[in-house]
């Protein structure tokens, strides 16, 4: 059997990378033998906060850093020791829109197709800028196409060589509402089509709307790597702080098949979860156990705070 076909999309295995010291900045190691597999055919959010080693680790299975240990393989090919595979099955959608202006979208797209060594006859230029929207612009100056063409014509460079996994790094970064829209109903397309899409976002409810797993990464390591939902469940869970009239000593033992505590201020502290338990059937449960409400409010985590809580942990 081929085990490439059925190989993971990403596999990645005790990846670290050192940047050497320099004059004006000493070693720094921004990947900590990373582990990570991404399956084929996810929407895959890999998310952190600012120098996590997203860039590093995306610009390693590009090519364009060398690790310093571990391997990766892309589609099941090593990017060391079969680099010419591992680089085919890969298109990177970079963060910056540096291109060159001079040529024409149709000639942008040829150009890059040339450079991965796709036979003219397989080209796909101008079917690849009718999806991305840019028909009309084929012959335009790359100059003269406003900010979100140029991004969606960089979506349409990574594609030329048909690539089964595609990595948008922070790909609506300043784009506006409208047209982040339109970019990820492309990438849906591109999904349901078979494509493998890797996503850094700074925006989480890019991530929730899109991925169904996430991976987040803080100082060069992986602190969750989870389905979409499992973590959005996570993020389900609420509190509920009641504060009796009097005092009590001890919870209500008709309240213990709720997860409830007594706090030490002495509220009644009920974990819930919002989408499944009723707030009302618990304040009456309490109600029926005799407890007598002074206040109460409730508390929620959201995809920011868990966000938060697992990448500023520790930090001081
Ligand atoms: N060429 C380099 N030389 C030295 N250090 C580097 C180099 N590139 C990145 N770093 C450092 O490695 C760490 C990880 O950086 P990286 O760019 O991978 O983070 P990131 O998660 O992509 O951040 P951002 O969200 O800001 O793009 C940072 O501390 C950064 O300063």
Redesign the pocket.
Known sequence: MNTQSTSPAIEIIGLKKT?AA?KK?PA?T?LHGVDLVIPRGSIFGLL??????????INILAGLVNKTEGTAKICGYDITTQTRHARASIGIVP?EIAMDVFFTPYQALELQAGYYGVPKSERRSMEILEALGLADKRDAYVRQLSGGMKRRLLIAKALVHNPPVLILDEPTAGVDIELRRQLWAYVEKLHAAGTTIILTT?YLEEAEALCDQIAI?HN?TIVANEPKTTLLSRLDKKVLRISPMDPLTALPASLSDLNASLAPDGQIVIEYRSGTDSVTDMLNRVKDAGVSISDLRTEEADLEDVFMALTYAGDT
């Open positions: 940047y320099s900045a720094k921004a952190g906060p600012n120098g996590a080693g997203k860039s590093t680790m963060q700074h990464i060069g």
